[in-house]
């Protein structure tokens, strides 16, 4: 089941000179126990037969590879092609993390769950196994996220989960992971639940492992159905753990075109952003060494964006990594331009999208009519947008009354 790079071997939870574990003294010792755990995990046949069962008949797997036949007409140039994490169990990606790392916590002997959540969706997932796995779960989610997402939190409260609203700094994502953080601190019984390839080690290699069968279930589908591999791969990159799935299926072939789409929120301009690998520089937030958002005072930035999912001041340490290497590029992408390919997936395809997604789809839709006829565009459609038509209506004039 285990698929670490060398490189990451060489030097335990770095993607070259970032990661690492930048924590409390006495929050390391549970790190390690993770880590131990984890590995033990990799190592265990009847381990991997349990969540390649669950993937199969709980979550749908494997998500379906669509062709866009009706934007690749209307735009191309390239064709488009679409991986549906947003049929999985619970509309997104998530779900696939969330099944591996509660089995990991049982396997641990822990009973509650922690998790932060920024759109819902991850908290949803962890709402979902530990409901089917008989766990106490909490959730944190900021006050601002609770209202835009207010579906969401009504699911995580059908599914059992307590959601706890944190209401200091922006309110927003980076403020649930610090309350959750906090709290696996202050809790040694607890297992936390990190929803994206983010933290102090050995959380993102955790979150890569689980999220890879994005990448390799990919890389097959493609291969079937065309015959060769894809000429570019996008995702939108908040933490970036959707990314980092698919990305991992095709990062050992160079002929494949990587790229992560961030939230350009308002302009990259008026600081009302989170394109933390376009403007930002490294730094050290929630414990890990990456690329982040600062103000004047070198403090994590207040950050914008229009999807509850995106609005981090850091991300991942191997998509620093990937782009210091040249390996993959990063765009960032307007509110404006995700609610406008919002609307075509829609109306074109018949695909309600999450507006996440919607960021990397907007970039596609830019590098389509660049494209010659024989060229492909493959775009991780990370969730479905039900959680956002409350946002996105009225932005498109389409909220009020039925004639």
Known sequence: MRSMRKEDEARKGYFGTFGGSYVPE???????????????????????????????????????????ANISREYGGGRLFLKREDLNHTGAHKINNTIGQALLARRMGKKELIAETGAGMHG?????????????????MGEVDVHRQAPNVSRMKALGAEVVSVTHGQKTLKEAVDAALEAYVLNPETFYLLGSAVGPHPFPTIVRQFQSVIGKE???????????????????????SNAIGIFSGFLDDRGVGIMGVEPAGRGLETNEHAATLVAGKPGIIHGFRTYV?????????????????????GVGPEHAFLMESGRASYVSVTDDEAVDAFRILCRLEGIIPALESSHAVAQALKILPELSGDKTVLVNLSGRGDKDLDSVLPL????????
Do not use: W
């Open 26 to 68: 006495q929050l390391q010792p549970r790190l390690d126990e993770l880590d131990a755990a984890f590995v033990s995990a990799m190592e265990d046949d009847l381990f991997a037969k349990e969540f390649t069962r669950l993937l199969k008949e709980y979550v749908g797997r494997p998500s379906a590879l669509t062709y866009c």
């Open 124 to 140: 949803t997932a962890t709402a979902t196994v530990a409901a089917l796995m008989g766990m106490k779960c909490t959730v944190y």
């Open 218 to 240: 990919a890389r097959e589908q493609f291969l079937e159905r065309e015959g060769k591999l894809p000429d570019h791969v996008l995702a939108c990159v908040g933490g970036g």
């Open 293 to 313: 958002l600062t103000d004047n005072d070198g403090e994590p930035a207040p950050v914008y964006s229009i999807s509850a999912g995106l609005d981090y001041p």
């Open 396 to 403: 498109l004039g389409l909220q009020g009354e039925v004639s």
